[in-house]
């Protein structure tokens, strides 16, 4: 295993991982301002009506596309399920089995 290795961290890529997350702060910091930004000049109530409408709408698109999903699984496998299997990098196996809703998506 990568992190039992002496001077491996159990990363593929350190410095890269670091760099990731230093840009991912970084977005998550201009996201607030933008965010404050917004409830300055329209008022909190406005915009956390908006976020909710963007939440509704992201839900009811995702359970329209996994209904699909769902419906092509049962059509090809008989059931209403995603299988799916790897390995991660010191060999070990990784199982995935998802059980859609046809109904809800």
Do not use: W
Not at 17 to 35: F, P, R
Not at 39 to 65: D, P
């Amino acid at each position: 295993a990568p992190g039992k290795i002496p001077g491996n961290s159990g990363t593929r890529n350190l410095a890269d991982n670091i760099s990731d997350l230093k840009a991912q702060v970084a977005a998550n910091q201009k996201g607030i301002l933008l965010i404050q930004e917004l409830m300055r000049e329209y008022g909190v109530e406005v915009v956390q009506a908006y976020m909710n409408h963007i939440q509704k709408t992201a839900e009811l698109s995702v359970r329209e596309l996994m209904k699909t999903v769902s419906a092509d699984a049962i059509t090809r496998t008989g059931k209403s399920e995603l299988v799916a299997s790897d390995q991660l990098d010191d060999g070990s196996p990784i199982c995935l089995r998802v059980v859609l809703d046809p109904v809800k998506g």
